[in-house]
């Protein structure tokens, strides 16, 4: 406090000799020397009073636009979210086609690769980002055609089957999985099975880990030229596909045979379909309705 008193004096000139000479001797008296000197050089701009009393009398009168940075920060922060959930549900969401029991589909994948998809079967994929993930899922039947390209990805609730370019056939029904190549080869994955199979191999497989691989003669899937193609199948196994085909509902009455089955039916003459299961199984087929029979055991096989 007192250094502060000493220095209000010397900056009005109301000291003594004395006291300025002692002041002249402190330490800090060449700082205050040369701010004195150079504050003395500061001239201030002249001041128009009545000038800026009109200028703020006008900008009082004018509105004022006040600039609100938190609603700004809430529209970006709202756009940002709404492009991240549209590219979240562009890459996520799927396309799906259904092939309903009685019918056949065939149609191309964005990438142009072709598919025939058998009754009672469904594939769904990604269509929007297909050009860089080729990966499609399918619950039932289909022959692909697949365009050359990147790698090609079928998945199935019994195994995987990954190929480039190809012609191939994928079966998943329940535990059954049966791979098929036409053309080029295709590798496939089910359990802790792994096989590449080549052109004119094909590959049984049940319940992800006992498999048959045998040679194959058709240039193509039997089922798209209408015939039902089945190979160490059960009784069951068949009856379900014969219902998926033509689009039918069978009951069967009694105890069902362990029996199974290698060979051809008919996929477009339901009467010899069930006159030659019924002769190889020794059972009797009726008609309730249009779209219902009932199949029972004869005496002999009971």
């Known amino acids: 406090m007192e250094r502060n008193f000493d220095l209000a ?7 003594t000799n004395e006291e300025l000479e002692a002041f002249e001797a402190t330490p800090e008296f060449e700082t205050y020397a040369k701010i004195k000197h150079y504050s003395s050089m500061l001239e201030a701009p002249d001041f128009d009073t009545t000038s800026q009393l009109e200028t703020i009398t006008t900008l009082k009168k004018q509105p004022q636009r006040i600039w609100k940075p938190s609603v700004f920060l809430k529209i970006a ?3 940002v979210v709404v492009l991240g959930l ?11 086609v259904v092939a309903v029991a009685g019918e056949k589909l065939n149609f191309s994948l964005p990438d142009h690769s072709e598919v025939a998809l058998n009754s009672g079967s469904e594939i769904s994929y990604a269509k929007w980002f297909w050009s860089s993930r080729r990966k499609l899922h399918l619950d039932g039947e289909a022959y692909f055609k697949v365009a050359k390209g990147k790698k090609f990805e079928v998945t199935t609730p019994q195994g995987t089957v990954t190929v480039t ?6 079966k998943s029904r329940d535990s059954a999985f049966e791979v098929a190549c036409y053309e080029g080869s295709v590798w496939v994955v089910s359990g802790t099975i792994q096989t590449k199979l080549h052109k004119g191999e094909q590959l049984i497989i049940r319940d992800k880990k006992n498999s048959n691989a045998l040679p194959l003669q058709a240039t193509a899937p039997d089922w798209i030229s209408g015939s039902l193609a089945f190979y160490d199948s059960s009784l069951k196994m ?8 033509y689009a039918i509902s069978l009951t069967y009455q009694g105890p069902i045979s362990e029996a199974h089955f290698t060979g051809t039916l008919p996929g477009n003459d339901l009467e010899t379909t069930l006159k030659i299961i019924s002769a190889t199984y020794h059972l009797t087929y009726s008609k309730i309705s249009d779209k219902k029979y009932s199949l029972t055991p004869n005496d002999s096989t009971r």
């Open 77 to 79: 922060a709202m756009i």
């Open 165 to 170: 370019g190809t012609q191939f056939n994928v």
């Open 86 to 96: 549209a590219f979240v549900l562009a890459y996520t969401s799927t396309t799906a």
């Open 9 to 15: 004096k010397w900056l009005a000139g109301e000291m």
């Open 238 to 245: 068949m009856l379900t596909e014969i219902e998926r085909t």
